[in-house]
């Protein structure tokens, strides 16, 4: 059974960086596309950041830009996102996501794995 966990959320002042890393356990992260999506409060679940099972391409939304890159590590099986020049609108709860079915995909529909989610809070 594919499992995923996300870790390194937390609270960090307006400007500061924060490291999200989402483990991929049962099977092999080569097979997957990934993809980052958040939540805030009263908001529906929008996409952040995704990458290619393929060759490693990428795609982002606007508003992180420049901001916060997606990588991945398949020999640890982990997917990662950095976020620098965090703002309190980036408050969100966090979550990564795993398919096979896409090469890369922004739409959360595509996605069959899901992990828990890792709160981060912006202070201003």
């Known amino acids: 059974q594919v499992q995923l966990v996300e870790s390194g959320g937390g609270l960090v002042h307006h400007g500061g960086s924060l490291r999200l890393s989402c483990v991929v356990s049962g099977s092999t992260l080569d097979y997957y596309a990934i993809g980052w999506f958040r939540q805030a409060p009263g908001k529906e679940r929008e996409g952040v950041l995704c990458?290619?099972?393929?060759?490693?391409?990428?795609y982002h939304t606007d508003s992180v830009k420049g901001r916060f890159t997606i990588s991945r590590d398949n020999a640890k099986n982990t997917a990662y996102l950095q976020m620098n020049s965090l703002k309190p609108e980036d408050t969100a709860v966090y979550y990564c996501?795993?398919?096979?079915?896409?090469?890369?995909?922004?739409?959360?529909?595509?996605?069959?794995?899901w992990g828990q989610g890792t709160q981060v809070t912006v202070s201003s």
């Open positions: 996501a795993a398919t096979t079915g896409w090469d890369i995909s922004q739409n959360e529909h595509d996605y069959k794995y």
């Open positions: 990458i290619s099972r393929i060759d490693g391409s990428t």
